[in-house]
């Protein structure tokens, strides 16, 4: 197994144990089984392993940062219990299994959402007040917020619903994409670089290494929807076909998105590659733009 793997999966443990004793401290119960059933369902944990990799990148303390990374895969979870909700995307296959509000009923699955992005910020502020210094807590909390609402992750969800069935140019999609699955990325990202980059050129790069980030992470996630079977992807596929929504596929092919994946993700290299400690995120951004699924 490469170094590469080996530190990603050494993060993932960390959040994984750290998520699995912050449920423990809720009521036994359905809401609780709900919130479980998604919160540990085989994701990847893109989005926590960023944030304590952009920590260690900026020679911050992984332990200030932990709670944070499993907030961030908190408010994700929530997001996608949310995104396959009938009155939304309608997906019954999430991961290989039946999504939550197929299980546990639509009521309960939006309470399960609910429960993860309120507990998500408590357990933020319950970290701040435990910091000897709360600012970096603080300016985390900011940036995941920033990412995950009404000017990040929701509004982009907005957007997405408002341009189904509509045809829309790179520019329109790229804002989409941006927010709906670029924002969050970027935030967890920057509230991992708040516990050690403290100058603004640091953290601009820290930025512009997410914004790519996520635009070449939606690319290629285009691409696998149109080319992978719901065996290998674990949802289903073509969704965003059959409900005639543009996509990087739809505007330039496969191969055509295949390169502009690749050109995002240079983008996103370029920008860390003056950090010393770079070299984890980098091969991160190489390894996903390939990703089989």
């Known amino acids: 197994m490469s170094d590469y793997q080996n530190r990603y999966d050494a993060y993932r443990l960390r959040v994984e144990e750290y998520l699995h004793a912050s449920l423990m401290v809720l009521p036994e119960g359905e809401l609780r089984d709900a919130m479980a059933y998604s919160l540990f369902g085989g994701g990847k944990l893109l989005r926590p392993v960023l944030t304590l990799a952009a920590c260690d990148l900026a020679d911050g303390v992984i332990g200030d940062a932990l709670p944070f990374a499993g907030a961030v895969e908190m408010i994700h979870t929530y997001s996608l219990i949310h995104d396959d909700l009938p009155c939304m995307d309608n997906d019954s296959l999430r991961r290989g299994r039946p999504t939550n509000h197929v299980v546990y009923g639509e009521d309960m699955a939006v309470l399960a959402g609910d429960g993860l992005l309120s507990w998500a910020f408590e357990t933020m502020l319950i970290a701040c007040s435990t910091l000897e210094d709360p600012r970096p807590g603080l300016l985390a909390t900011q940036a995941i917020a920033h990412g995950c609402g009404a000017l990040g992750m929701v509004y982009g969800q907005s957007l997405d619903i ?132």
């Open 162 to 293: 408002k341009n189904e069935g509509r045809p829309l140019g790179e520019q329109e999609l790229r804002m989409v994409h941006r927010n709906k699955t670029g924002a969050l990325i970027k935030g967890a990202l920057l509230a991992g670089a708040h516990f050690g980059f403290t100058d603004a050129l640091s953290l601009h790069a820290v930025r512009t290494y997410g914004e790519n980030l996520g635009v070449a992470f939606q690319i290629a996630d285009d691409v696998l929807d149109a080319t992978q079977s719901a065996e290998v992807l674990g949802k289903t596929p073509h969704k965003d076909q059959e409900a005639h929504k543009t996509t990087y596929v739809t505007l330039y092919g496969v191969e055509g998105a295949r390169q502009l994946c690749q050109e995002y993700t240079d983008r996103a290299v370029e920008a860390l590659a003056p950090f010393p400690k770079s070299g984890f995120l980098i091969q991160l951004a190489q390894a996903y733009a390939k990703r089989v699924r």
